[in-house]
Each structure stands twice: as structure tokens, then as C-alpha cells.
């Protein structure tokens, strides 16, 4: 099983930045492609981005194209979402995944970090 660790939630303020890290161990091979999602109160997960190991295609939600980056360290194993321009309403707590499918889909992501409180304030 590919185990998940994450870091770099936090506090900070509308218009602030914060990055996100993921470093992935055990059996990645699998792992073709990993992503971040991220869940509100109230609310059901919902897909952020995503990007293939293979290729370094990424993918974006709506809400976070051109705020957004996700990017990877293939030496460190760890994939990063890089968050600027934050906006209140991208508070969620924040979860790592990894796939073997390209997908937007909660479901086809078979691992899963423990999650990382992400609060922005106004």
C-alpha cells in the first residue's frame, strides 16, 4: 500500500499564499497518478488537481485554475500544491490521493493522506 504524508496547512489570510507537500512511500509503482482534493463542512470531497507521474499532464477544478499549481519532485517522491490567491471559500481541509487512473473522481483514488486544515480568513 502507498502510504501518504502531508504538511503545510495552516492560517492565513485572504489573498495569501500557502504550499501543500505529499511525500509518498511504500509500493508506488501503481501510483500513475496523484492529486489533492479537499472537503468543506457540510460538503462532499471534491477534486482540486491532478497530475500523471508519467507525463506531468495536470488537470484543474474550475474554482482553482490560474491560483493553483500542482507540481512534482520525482527525486523526493512528493507532489506539491502550490496555493496563491487564496480566497475564504477555498478553506477545506486538504487531502493527498494516489490512482492508477487519470480521473477527477474520489473513487479512483485508492490512497489517501490523513488531511491538512487549510483556513483562509477575510
Known amino acids: 500500500q502507498v502510504q501518504l504524508v502531508e504538511s503545510g496547512g495552516g492560517l492565513v489570510q485572504a489573498g495569501g499564499s500557502l504550499r501543500l507537500s505529499c511525500a509518498a512511500s511504500?509500493?508506488?509503482?501503481?501510483?500513475?497518478?496523484r492529486g489533492w482534493f479537499r472537503q468543506a463542512p457540510g460538503k462532499e470531497r471534491e477534486f482540486v488537481a491532478r497530475?500523471?507521474?508519467?507525463?506531468?499532464?495536470?488537470n484543474y477544478a474550475d474554482s482553482v485554475k490560474g491560483r493553483f499549481t500542482i507540481s512534482r519532485d520525482n527525486t523526493k517522491n512528493t507532489v506539491y500544491l502550490q496555493m496563491n490567491n487564496l480566497k475564504p471559500e477555498d478553506t477545506a481541509v486538504y487531502y493527498c490521493?494516489?490512482?492508477?487512473?487519470?480521473?477527477?473522481?474520489?473513487?479512483?483514488?485508492?490512497?489517501w493522506g490523513q488531511g491538512t486544515q487549510v483556513t483562509v480568513s477575510s
Open positions: 490521493a494516489a490512482g492508477r487512473w487519470e480521473s477527477s473522481n474520489v473513487g479512483d483514488f485508492s490512497a
Open positions: 497530475i500523471s507521474w508519467t507525463t506531468y499532464t495536470t
Open positions: 511504500g509500493r508506488t509503482f501503481s501510483s500513475l497518478f
